[in-house]
Nanobody
Framework: VQLVESGGGLVQPGGSLRLSCAAS????????MSWYRQAPGKERELVAG????????NYADSVKGRFTISRDNAKNTAYLQMNSLKPEDTAVYYC????????WGQGTQVTVSS
């Protein structure tokens, strides 16, 4: 089982990034997918989640209207489109696959700074 995040980096405030989470080793389409983030000195928090079929989504209040979670079950990949980024969005972003148990990726750093 493997989840590999990519797409992080340094971006200026107001900019955009698209994170990807490539999955392998399990039946991706049967798992709910979520994105979490953890800033230095803070607990890991849920950013966005999506059901296995992609029909239901939920977002943290802090990212509603700016972030969009999506998935492509044919490509075994989940995405997090992040727009209007703010310095407080700076964190390591992790994807999680969950059905009866959870699988986590290794994380990708997102830094929002001028």
């Amino acid at each position: 089982v493997q989840l590999v995040e990519s797409g992080g980096g340094l971006v200026q405030p107001g900019g955009s990034l698209r994170l990807s989470c490539a999955a392998s080793g399990f039946t991706f389409s049967s798992y709910a997918m979520s994105w979490y983030r953890q800033a230095p000195g803070k607990e890991r928090e849920l950013v966005a989640g999506m059901g296995s079929a992609g029909g239901s989504t939920n977002y943290a209040d802090s990212v509603k209207g700016r972030f969009t979670i999506s998935r492509d079950n044919a490509k075994n990949t989940a995405y997090l489109q992040m727009n209007s980024l703010k310095p407080e969005d700076t964190a390591v972003y992790y994807c999680k696959a969950y059905r009866f148990r959870a699988y986590w990726g290794q994380g990708t750093q997102v830094t929002v700074s001028s």
